[in-house]
């Protein structure tokens, strides 16, 4: 484990023995290192009693830390995960909230329309917030995992969402003089708001500040996040607006926005999924029935591939091929109209390119580790402009390309193909970012690694590499 080193000069850290933290790929760059450890811990934003308190967790043995850490993931997988999870299906589901109870007292087109306008403004830093949660409270290795799990209530409301709506629909048409669509407005609507505001009081900011932690448990989830990648996760490390400049400066930052738009340009399908079963010819209550176990099937590959993903420290090769499933999927399915072949693909599509987006997310919040504030704007950023690839995605989708949807299949198939050969350039990009890092740090005479740019207001500490 690292140990919090005094260092003898303002432009050199220390690393003690230990296990080190680097992707497998980056060994051969970095022989020197193997005996190094963990990340260096940088003292900066550290108090004597933290660093104290650090020193005794990095002396601990693997068993302890073992035992420890799963008594700690328990606590926070139960206070982060459901209530995320919970309010991401309600967000998937209907998109709505309040605005949505607003709309159903919409009376004409105009009404209608400003209420998804602003229904749109309040929503956007939802999913961005949500991953920046958890990124604060998860190591790089846990976090595709947990994304999964996050990120399946969208799954299950692709599965289930479509028999919902059916529901209402069909049983409150016109009770109390209501339309069954107003009715769709004010249920969805109303249970997301309620549990938006248990969410406010339950959900938790950052481990330092968390009530349901004692403070040793409290310590020990910073310490977690400080031995991952040998720098503090504050708040206060920086200003929001130089967390903005940092990242507009990041040549990273553009590759991953077209990365991340890519991929959900090659997902627009799910958004049109009951029309693609449709095509099978079945009645409409059936569609709806079949749909569910592609999306139940498309949830466990996603806990087990970001599993994998998290245990071996990947994320490009496990997304080249998801994606490469994906592809294949879309391309059976633009090929024939046969029932059997085409539903076998409509397995496929989701299970490969939704399954990629989980990782994907995940591999960005990796990329940028620290600071808060620009991890924070890169986040907001990425996904803000990859979310775009839904306007006009579902021009892609008409009517009148029905049963055989070419446009849409073929060009979600030759977008997939896109992103194979992004995550193939990013994986080459991060690669020689790790044999850069590998350059500047220098062995001295007493063993010790030191960083030669430890000046550098983006230095990452000694040791780290990032995960390709």
């Known amino acids: ?9 303002s432009d050199a850290e220390e690393v003690s023995e230990g296990k080190h933290a680097d ?12 005996s190094a450890g963990r990340p260096t811990i940088q003292e900066k934003g550290i108090d004597p009693d933290q660093k104290k308190l650090y020193d005794e967790f990095a002396a601990k043995d693997e068993e302890w830390h073992k035992k420890t850490s799963s008594t700690l993931m328990r606590k926070i997988d139960w206070h982060l995960l459901p209530l995320l999870a919970l309010m991401y299906l309600m967000n ?25 306008f602003f229904l749109g403004f309040v929503e956007a830093p939802f999913f961005c917030g ?62 997301t708001v309620f549990i938006a505001i248990i969410a406010a009081f339950v959900l938790p900011d950052y481990p330092g500040t968390t009530t349901w932690l004692s403070p040793t448990e409290r310590a020990y989830a910073q310490w977690r996040l400080l031995s991952d990648t040998g720098e503090a996760d ?28 890519a991929s959900i340009l090659s997902q627009t399908f799910q958004y049109f999924f009951p029309s693609l079963v449709s095509t099978l010819g079945y009645s409409d209550i ?7 176990p592609v999306w139940i099937a498309t949830f466990l590959i996603s806990l087990v591939v970001t599993y994998t993903s998290g245990r071996l420290n990947d994320r490009s090769y496990h997304v080249m091929i998801l994606q490469t499933v994906s592809v294949i999927g879309n391309i059976i399915a633009v090929s024939t109209t046969s029932v059997g072949p085409r539903f076998f693909a409509m397995f496929l599509m989701p299970m490969g390119a939704v399954s990629a987006y989980q990782i994907i997310v995940a591999w960005i919040t990796n990329s940028f580790p620290r600071p808060l504030v620009k991890r924070s704007a890169c986040i907001a950023i990425t996904n803000m402009i990859a979310n775009d690839a839904t306007i006009y995605g579902s021009y892609l989708w008409p009517d009148s390309q029905s049963p055989r949807y070419i446009p849409g299949l073929g060009g979600t198939a030759a977008v997939g193909v896109v992103v194979i050969a992004l995550t193939y350039f990013i994986r080459l990009w991060l690669l020689k970012q790790n044999k850069e890092l590998a350059e500047r740090e220098e062995v001295d005479e007493h063993g010790n690694v030191k960083n030669l740019h430890a000046n550098d207001p983006e230095a990452r500490a000694v040791g780290f590499r990032y995960i390709t």
Request: aromatic fraction near 10%; proline fraction near 1%.
């Open 92 to 116: 998937f589901l209907d998109r709505k909230g309040t605005l949505s109870a607003a709309q159903a007292g919409s009376r004409n087109r105009t009404g209608l329309i400003l209420s998804r």
């Open 1 to 9: 484990m690292a140990i919090i080193n005094r260092s003898t000069s």
């Open 130 to 191: 949500a991953i920046f949660i958890m990124s604060s409270w998860y190591t790089r290795q846990e976090m595709a995992h947990r994304i999964a799990w996050f990120y399946s209530a969208s799954s299950l409301a692709n599965a289930f969402g479509g028999l919902i709506g059916a529901g209402i629909l069909g049983n409150l048409e016109g009770a109390r003089g209501i339309s069954g669509w107003r009715w769709l407005f004010i249920i969805e609507g109303s249970v």
């Open 286 to 292: 059936v569609t709806l029935l079949i749909t569910a």
């Open 23 to 34: 992707s497998p790929s980056d060994h051969d760059d970095q022989k020197h290192l193997q």
């Open 234 to 261: 504050i708040s206060t490390a920086s200003t929001l607006w130089s967390g903005l400049k940092m990242a507009l400066k990041d040549k990273r930052l553009y590759i991953f926005v077209l990365y991340q738009h």
